[in-house]
């Protein structure tokens, strides 16, 4: 480094003794570069520079050019040129899982739903034994799906049980993890009110309602309205009710906040209320239960063929007859329920009465249900109010598809449409529970009060434009 040093210096000694007699401008430039070369000289790694040779620098190169440049005397910008990088190699693309989906259709199994997937018995027998999984109970309209990961093994299988819940398989060192996955709805509040002009079905329907949320109110509001003959032209019904988005997509309804339905000037109403025992009912304005002992009409209805008359002249005999219940005339098929809470005392056929089933309710009521096409019950079976007994048919000595109900108290026959009356009082809320359901219905009884103002401000301004 040093022998480097003495040349560089007496380069530079030459340099400046050849450069006394260049003009003063290019004299200046040439120790600026020689400057420049002296403060990097001594940072000049060594490298492999051999001790018995002496390597000399060569000396600055002045062109003709730059001697007869005109340009000012400062040093002029060094350019350097750099090379380009080589271009990037292409980094290789991340391989992911696929996924393929499978609908359940009609006599489908786990084994065939994965041997279509791709996927080996041992596959589907892991999977099937996994503790607490669904896979073993698969329903047509469910859906299975299947990730497999790039080397073609499976890695992932989710079972969609419905809209709002899923069932997830992760495998994992030769088993599957599961993992349930809940969706939660998002819950929209709508108020809906309508008029009758020819039945509750109709008006539902022009009100905006599903079949199902009629059917609710009808049964709703089954213990205190008979929906085939108590209906009259002008009636309203008003209902608060809930119903779900999934995605910002309707999914169903939800639960009736609130309901009320005027007949013939009076208006009874039916709000959704929990006690504190987490029990779960519907209550009027007073916290009178609307779960009645008895439906008013035990099965979905059409229309009423024949009332009570004890004096009926009977259409198959032509005589005259006590008709002690009432008849239901409604097409085959139609579910026949039971009007409250009981246990099943006979269920058989007769020539008369066709299929039949006849039910206690406690000590003192007994109903009747004649001409059925199928019974759905057995005798000593308990029952529950609206549940399936059997279905309407014109079995026996019938002129066509009908239910026959009577209702006995004590072992007499008593008319289906009054003895309501008679019977024992619903439920009501303890006085200790009143208040806080008064504060809990606040809400909706006022939503229900201005459904009922507006409807009948719309009725008035109809019946005034017609007039």
């Known amino acids: ?82 090379s380009p990088l080589p271009p990037a190699t292409p980094e290789k693309p991340v391989e992911e899982i696929t996924w393929a989906f499978y609908q359940v259709r009609p006599g489908d199994s786990l084994s065939k739903l994965m041997s279509r997937a791709g996927f080996t018995d041992r596959d589907a027998y892991i999977a099937g034994k996994t503790p607490g999984g669904s896979l073993t109970q698969l329903y047509p309209g469910q859906t299975l799906g299947f990730a497999t990961q790039p080397n073609g093994e499976l890695a992932e299988i989710r079972h969609k049980l419905s809209a709002l819940e899923s069932v997830v398989y ?69 209902v608060i009710y809930e119903t779900l988005y999934l995605d910002d997509q309707y999914y169903s309804d939800g639960n009736i906040i609130a309901a009320a339905f005027t007949n013939k000037g009076e208006t009874f109403s039916a709000y959704r209320y929990t006690d504190r025992e987490g029990r779960l009912g519907y209550y009027n304005e007073r916290g009178e239960s609307m779960r009645k002992a008895f439906l ?66 406690g000590e003192k009521y007994v109903t009747k249900y004649l001409h059925l096409d199928k019974r759905h019950v057995k005798a000593n079976q308990r029952v529950s109010q609206s549940q399936i007994i059997g279905t309407v048919g014109s079995t026996g000595t019938a002129t066509g598809n009908h239910l026959h109900y009577e209702f006995l108290v004590n072992g007499v026959h008593q008319n289906p449409r009054t003895i309501h009356k008679k019977l024992p009082k619903a439920k009501s809320l303890s006085a200790n529970e009143l208040p806080r359901f008064l504060a809990s219905v606040g809400t909706h009884q006022d939503g229900l009060a201005q459904l009922i103002a507006a409807q009948q401000a719309e009725s008035l301004a109809r019946l005034d434009a017609t007039n």
């Open 170 to 238: 992760r495998a994992s060192d030769g088993k599957f993890e599961i993992e349930r996955e809940l969706k939660e709805p998002e819950v929209r509040v709508v108020e809906k009110s309508g008029e009758i002009t020819s039945s509750l079905f109709l008006a539902g329907q022009h009100a905006g309602l599903s079949d199902n949320l009629i059917m609710e109110l009808a049964n709703l509001f089954g213990g205190v309205i008979d929906f085939v003959l108590d209906p009259r032209e002008g009636d309203t019904l008003y």
């Open 1 to 82: 480094m040093k022998r480097l040093q003495d040349n560089i210096s007496g380069a530079t000694r030459h340099s400046l003794h050849e450069a006394s007699h260049l003009p003063r401008r290019h004299i200046a430039a040439i120790g600026a570069i020689l400057l420049f070369l002296a403060v990097v000289a001594p940072f000049t790694p060594s490298g492999n520079v051999s001790a018995n040779r002496t390597e000399e620098l060569p000396l600055p190169t002045i062109s003709q050019s730059t001697v007869n440049s005109e340009q000012p005397s400062a040093a002029q910008p060094t350019t350097i040129e750099v």
């Open 296 to 361: 008013m009409a035990p099965l979905d209805f059409t229309r009423i063929s024949s009332n009570f008359n004890p004096r009926r002249v009977h259409p198959v005999y032509k005589t005259t007859r006590p008709h002690r219940g009432t008849d239901y005339a409604a097409p085959k098929g139609t579910p026949v329920f039971a009007a409250g809470d009981g246990r099943v005392i006979e269920a058989g056929y007769s020539k008369a009465n066709g299929n039949y089933v006849f039910i206690q309710h």
